[in-house]
């Protein structure tokens, strides 16, 4: 069976060559939490996959950066938490850009 360790390894191996240019790869892209269900998606890991989902949609890098900015909820009374993109809205955002 494979462990966490390595099922991360694979992850991390997946994104390298997926995305090159990619230097350094937010951790919760790699990583999953115990429920294995993560509704929302730190800023650094919705901004690492901006060319990718640009290049598959035709939505700029400028307009993509700027969802995840709309996307983006601040930590709770601004010392809480950290900030988070809401991954749900995201997507139904990109769903009214994108021309089918």
């Known amino acids: 069976t494979m462990g966490y360790a390595s099922a991360m390894a694979e992850k991390i191996a997946a994104w390298k060559l997926e995305n090159p240019k990619l230097t350094e790869i937010p951790a919760d892209l790699v ?36 969802l995840v900015e709309q996307c983006t909820t601040a930590r709770k009374l601004g010392i809480f938490g950290e900030p988070r993109v809401n991954v749900m809205a995201m997507n139904l955002e990109l769903l009214k850009q994108v021309k089918l």
């Open 31 to 66: 990583t999953v939490s115990g429920s294995g269900f993560d509704p929302d998606l730190s800023p650094e890991g919705a901004r690492a996959q901006i060319p990718r989902i640009s290049k598959e949609t035709g939505i700029s890098e400028s307009k993509l950066n700027e």
